[in-house]
């Protein structure tokens, strides 16, 4: 049976899954949300022997039912081949108690490739399912990862041109560097003068307004969007879910229909919907652990019924959480307001107008499955540092925060359910950080050093992503104010 889509914002207006995807996000400023979340119709034990591709035909063909068997499994099969340094794609490593799920072995080393890389496939075929003849212009908003993750995926792709967005002072070295070198005559990196919000809210802005959009129309353009909020993004974000529970009982570790923990360190709330919606579709997943570092506003959200934006916005060592608006939560919201556009619309505007809004008490009874803690920054070192002394196994600081939190959430609860952490970055793309909380002593070293000193010290090897970039050279240098943003993009498409 197909499935449309509905804007979080407006009764009415369903859409095909490809229109979703090309749109990105709908006119009315809300996000496509599917009318049901359909259930797996393969069992568990099918899943259990099954590679990632299939696993991945598997759960999107049910959410993208109006690409052919033929497009989506093309689709599948250019995304996750040799850019990826595993025939697994997404190994499962065991170590201190939990089971680390590695998204980070695509092109970029964080886990944004296990989506950036089939998003572009799947936008080129939902351009000609759609009869589209402008060229398609994905702007994106970046708090360091994305930015990169969709450069790669969207470099030198026929019919696109990619613009990225990035805080200036808010990512990381490795992040800047990645970014600044990257290859490809249709694409563009700008550096902004503001944190990841103002980015993300300047992209919004550029996509809402309708005079832009048909002068651009005119001239042969339109946006879409490669941000999380796309249902492109969101979908195959699934497949890794459902893939793990499979090598799980693979493995003997847990029984079939066995119900997991889920832990995932969290900023716009991309990753941990997709494990939410895994569980809507029957996948045995009991606690969805929402983990954030200092800059903490699902931890009281989900204590309180309360999202408060307006706090000071903190700087951490894991910047790709540095979120004060998690954009994909309004998906939750209209869901847990019983998929009611009109009230979600209206905490939305709240949300825009006061920076603020508190849900019912009903909605907050369907919050149960969740669990939100954070890690302080000093807890997010210390995690990387005992869990690499008494295992030798090393994450990364976003990956720690989640680990730093399921610690929490042990000690609370005492719950021993087989558990499942997302760690969504290499060591490797925040050595300085990583390296710095084993030992201060390695606080003097150059970048590159400290790589090959990781590499000792973890018996892992410097993945190609890094090794890349050592010598390349600086493409981009622009720098805007978080107001020019626009004018950025219309210089660089020559209109
Ligand atoms: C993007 C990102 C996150 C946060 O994921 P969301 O889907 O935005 O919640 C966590 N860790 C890393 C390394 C990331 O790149």
Known sequence: MDILYNSTRTKGSKVKASEAILKGLSEDGGLFVPERIPALDKTLKEFSEMTYGQTAYEVMKLYLTDFTEQELKDCIQKAYDEKFDTEEIAPLKEAGGAYYLELFHGATIAFKDMALSILPHLLTVSAKKNHVKNEIVILTATSGDTGKAALAGFADVEGTRIVVFYPKNGVSPIQEK??????????????????????????KKIFGDKELASY???????????????????????????????????????KDGEKINVVVPTGNFGNILAAFYAKQMGLPIDKLICASNENKVLYDFF??????????????????????????????????????????????????????????????????????????EEETGRTIRELYENTGYVIDTHTAVASCVYGKYREETEDKKVTVIASTASPYKFTRSVMDAIDHQYVKMEDFELADRLSEISGTKVPKAIEEIRTAAVLHDHVCDKTEMQKAVTDFLGV
């Open 303 to 376: 204590r309180t019924g309360t999202y408060d934006r307006n706090r000071e916005f903190v700087l951490t060592s894991s910047p790709s959480m540095d979120i004060l608006i998690s954009s994909n939560l309004e998906r939750l919201i209209y869901h847990i307001a019983g998929n009611d556009p009109d009230k979600n619309k209206e905490l939305m505007e709240m949300l825009s107008k006061g920076g603020a809004y508190t849900i019912t008490d009903e909605m907050r009874g369907q919050l149960s499955g969740f669990y939100g803690n954070y890690a302080s």
């Open 216 to 254: 651009l129309d005119e001239k042969g353009f339109q946006f879409s969007s490669a941000n999380s909020i796309n249902i492109g993004r969101l979908v195959p974000q699934i497949v890794y879910y459902v893939y793990a529970y499979g090598k799980l009982l693979q493995k003997g570790s847990i």
């Open 178 to 203: 990645q970014m600044v070198t990257q290859k490809g005559k249709n694409t563009y990196v700008v550096g902004i003068h503001g944190n990841f919000d103002d980015a993300q809210s300047g992209v």
